[in-house]
């Protein structure tokens, strides 16, 4: 079975500084995606970025990007310039590339991450 | 931003009483879910939809029961709610050319 962990519970930036949040899976498979999903306090869960394994090439979104390590099954979130309305708890999701029934996703524990102005 | 609700937003109810939780979507997405969230666990899936009709169970389904009689509706029900049960719940769907899950923005339940 798949899992994710996420082993930095909280975390702390400066504004305008860069933070990265870690995350690990573990799979058997050789195609899946990897997502990272954003909680403000507002609870709602906000979609930030989202991996396809078989593309080598990281994503990114404005300020949001990964490294995305295959081999070492790692899939960290860097966070540049950040603001004040960055804080929250961040997630990071793991899912099959086959869809269906398998189209579930899994998820770490989250990062709580606190924005110093 | 997905279209997608859940009532009620906030429940209060007591121990051995029935709940049922609303999902409403207007994308027409195929796939509806439900997750629990808690602290230290993440989201965990209790049940999902496939289509009108078909169904299947999560990680987390014991307690739990569903039903999707429209495409755009998923119902969650707790038959007789527990103290465990308590929780903040989400739906999610997912649908198109991506099938990325997008969330609706949550019940918070609380079983006295």
């Known amino acids: 079975a798949q899992t994710v962990t996420q082993s930095q519970p909280e975390m702390s930036v400066q504004e305008a500084e860069t933070v990265t949040l870690s995350c690990t899976y573990d799979t058997s498979e050789s195609d899946y995606y990897l997502f990272w999903y954003k909680q403000p306090p507002s609870r709602q869960m906000i979609l930030v970025i989202r991996?396809?394994?078989?593309?080598?090439q990281n994503a990114t979104e404005n300020r949001f990007s990964v490294n995305f390590q295959k081999a070492a099954k790692s899939f960290s979130l860097k966070i540049s310039d950040s603001q004040l309305g960055d804080a929250a708890m961040y997630f990071c999701?793991?899912?099959?590339?086959?869809?269906?029934?398998?189209?579930?996703?899994?998820f770490g524990t989250g990062t709580l991450l606190a924005v110093q102005p | 931003d997905a279209g997608i609700t859940q009532s009620p937003r906030h429940k209060v109810t007591e121990t051995g009483t029935p709940v049922t939780l609303r999902c409403h979507q207007t994308e027409n997405h195929r796939y509806m879910y439900w997750y629990r969230q808690d602290p230290g666990h993440g989201l965990r899936l209790i049940h999902y939809s496939y289509g009108v009709k078909d169904t299947d169970k999560g990680e987390v389904s014991d307690g739990y029961s569903v039903s999707r009689s429209k495409t755009e509706d998923f119902l969650l029900t707790l038959e007789s709610a527990t103290s465990s049960q308590t929780s903040v719940y989400f739906c999610?769907?997912?649908?198109?050319?991506?099938?990325?899950?997008?969330f609706g923005p949550g019940t918070r339940l609380t079983v006295l």
């Open positions: 999701a793991y899912r099959s590339p086959y869809g269906g029934a398998t189209n579930k996703l899994i």
């Open positions: 999610a769907i997912s649908g198109g050319s991506t099938d990325t899950q997008y």
């Open positions: 991996q396809e394994a078989y593309k080598q």
